[in-house]
């Protein structure tokens, strides 16, 4: 899943919870107002799926990619694989 900034009209961006063509997790509390109609919030989905928010009207920046989400979650996990045991 990438990390996204969505900028778009209030309207649009609030239709956005009713999508169930894919899964979209749009972070409300990170709504900020651009001063000329849009607004821009963080969102999470497939970047597969950036082509149908912009088709919806968004404006799609990248914020974290698929790949770099993925490696970072291999990190993790190799990070906690080599922790020794708990006793």
Do not use: H
């Not at 778009?8 to 900020?32: H, K, N, Q, W």
């Not at 082509?51 to 970072?72: E, I, M, W």
């Amino acid at each position: 899943m990438a990390v996204l900034a969505l900028t778009a009209p209030p309207a649009i961006l609030g239709s956005l919870t009713g999508i169930s063509d894919f899964p979209l997790a749009v972070v409300r509390t990170t709504a900020a107002d651009n001063g000329d109609g849009t607004w821009t919030v963080t969102a999470e989905t497939e970047e597969t799926n950036i082509s149908a928010l912009q088709s919806l009207g968004c404006v799609v920046l990248t914020v974290v990619s698929d790949a770099d989400q993925l490696a970072l979650w291999q990190t993790i996990d190799t990070q906690i694989d080599d922790e020794p045991p708990v006793a």
